[in-house]
């Protein structure tokens, strides 16, 4: 490690490839057993929906085929080495909403997916106090966290919780369910509604207090509930993360039920670090995959979904070659899919005009970094290799009350460039993983908000960059004296870099905004408007997340047809 020197650039501290480049290797033409084989279906990108898509396919007797153009699967959720010896889930990087019965129908545990439990979860630390925020599964000790700042609300928490929690379940059966199309069959409609009806009665949900939460401003209910602002602010940042939304923003409610809804081992809430990174997700489902007989193809960039009849028929490959097959599955965004990969003429009148009006606008800023300690904050100094309660969790930085995360929000909003301050979600995967870095040292990943796709409407260049990162290293210097000395590399994804490098339009998690107006049936639907051709990924319901209901709902849907 010793051969990486530091000096005034961070970004120069790196090897090539650790700057995000990872070229895949010159493109010469198609794999021949592609172009050989009969399939019933091929699928488009081997992110984590498009692989389970193709896996419930395959376990149905399918043939399939699963296309990708970088040179690994998993889309988002990837792990790469970037610096010898550090693996880092370089996207996504939290397990928490892949659902249960997915891992358990497709066997992911039998291939090797195992993860680590945090415990605790999350861990505020204020700059200029020597108080911090600590919560996790233990009820006791978040009441005598929270005591410290509120009493009040410390008594009040655990009701809290267990109200989120309802409205989680309520919105969990939202997600799990079908929604209706004009092009399904009237008894999966039918199915549907009686389904939502009968999980209402039989869970006594309020409904009143569901579309409150879920439409009101997170700040609104946060203020009815509590006094304390780092209390209120560690729990809004489950309402904006990965949105362009602040606390106040209407609908940002709907955001924290999403992420509420998630657990591991039913803890409600808890998130985990899958072992060897996110990349251990896709691994696993590809296992599952290759067991059922289906086939993946990286390297190799599909140019065109072709259409003939009114019918999706075949794709046109990066060297002009053609395969086909009965039914066509889209991995890849509703933009990339519908106005890249398809020709107008081949769409209904009108519907690219509602493709065209979906938001992808994303705040997100990912930084992948390697440090030689664990950093050490004053609120709690540490000193060792041996990792604190803290350094488990979910770390908040920027995050002290709601008007701060509101403040960074506006600027970003109405400058066009990246807030000054911005609210930073810390995670060190390397204390639960031990196969990540080498020992003595550790991996950190960087959830940062707010910046765009563009600064001042142009791309980011590599100076802007590097003045970024510093800023942000400034501000965990506030919190963590020493953490610049720490590091030994850093990866920026930027927008703009992770729609370029992972595919993800406007560099959007969710492939599309969670706004109330694109939600539910407001989201394309898994049955395109052309017969055979389906939509996989997160830009369908229910959206973003290593959730894989996307992909699974799509099979389903192709399967009824």
């Known amino acids: 490690m010793k051969n990486f020197k530091r000096s005034s650039s961070w970004l120069a501290t790196l090897p090539k490839n650790f700057q ?125 966290s929270i005591a410290q700042f509120s009493k009040k609300d410390a008594k009040i928490y655990d009701q809290y919780n267990n109200e989120m929690e309802k409205l989680a379940d309520a919105i969990t059966h939202l997600m799990t369910a079908m929604p209706p199309d004009e092009r399904s069959r009237l008894g999966e409609n039918i199915k549907t509604g009686k389904q939502m009806y009968k999980m209402g009665r039989e869970l006594d949900w309020d409904f009143s207090l569901l579309h409150k939460v879920a439409t009101a401003p997170m700040s609104k209910i946060l203020d009815q509930w509590f006094d304390s602002e780092p209390l209120k602010a560690c729990l809004a940042t489950d309402a904006v993360i990965g949105a362009m939304l602040s606390p106040h923003t209407p609908g940002s409610g709907y955001v924290l039920l999403h992420h509420v809804m998630g657990g591991v081992e039913g803890h409600k809430g808890a998130w985990a670090y899958v072992e060897g990174g996110m990349g251990g997700v896709s691994l696993a489902i590809a296992k599952a995959l290759k067991e059922a007989g289906g086939d993946i193809y990286t390297e190799t960039p599909v140019s065109s979904i072709n259409v003939s009849n009114g019918k999706a028929n075949s794709l046109t490959l990066h060297d002009g070659s053609i395969v086909s ?121 960087l959830f940062t908000q707010y910046s765009p796709i563009t600064f001042d409407g142009k791309k980011w260049t590599d100076e802007q960059r590097e003045n970024y990162t510093e800023r942000l290293f400034s501000v965990i210097e506030d919190y963590a004296p020493g953490f610049k000395d720490s590091v030994l590399g850093v990866d920026v994804l930027t927008p703009q870099d992770i729609e370029e490098q992972i595919g993800l339009t406007g560099g959007n998690i969710f492939h599309g905004a969670m706004g109330l107006d694109q939600l539910f049936i407001g989201r394309p639907g898994y049955r395109s408007p052309i017969s055979g051709l389906y939509l996989c990924g997160s830009g369908a319901h229910p959206g973003g997340g290593v959730m894989g209901l996307p992909g699974k709902h799509a099979a389903l849907a192709a399967l009824a047809d």
């Open 20 to 144: 995000g480049s990872n070229p895949a290797k010159p493109l010469i033409s198609a794999p021949d057993e592609l172009k050989r084989k009969k399939y019933d279906a091929l699928v488009v990108g081997a992110g984590h929906n498009g692989l389970i898509a193709a896996t419930y396919l395959a376990k149905k007797g399918k043939k399939v085929a699963v296309i990708e153009k970088r040179h690994m699967i998993g889309g988002a959720a990837v792990t790469e080495e970037l610096l010898p010896g550090f693996h880092f889930s370089r996207a996504s990087y939290l397990m928490a909403l892949l659902r249960p019965e997915i891992i358990q129908e497709l066997d992911l545990v039998k291939h090797g997916l195992k993860w680590f439990v945090r415990e605790p979860h999350a861990f505020t630390p204020l700059r200029d106090d020597d108080r911090f925020l600590l919560l996790g599964s233990d009820a006791k000790a978040n009441c005598d």
């Open 325 to 445: 097959a009965s039914k066509i599955l889209a991995n890849t965004t509703p933009k990339v899919t519908y106005e890249h990969l398809m020709s107008e003429k081949d769409l209904p009148s009108g519907f690219l005009s509602d493709i065209k009006g979906i938001d992808y606008t994303s705040p997100v800023t990912k930084l992948n970094i390697a440090v030689d300690k664990l950093p050490s904050f004053k609120c709690t100094p540490h000193s060792g290799n041996t990792p604190g309660p803290h350094h488990f969790t979910t770390i908040h930085m920027n995050c002290e009350s709601m008007a701060e995360i509101d403040r960074a929000y506006m600027e970003c909003a109405t400058t066009g460039r990246p807030s000054r301050n911005p609210i930073i979600e810390m995670t060190i995967p390397s204390v639960l993983d031990k196969t990540l870095a080498p020992e003595g040292s550790h991996t950190i990943g």
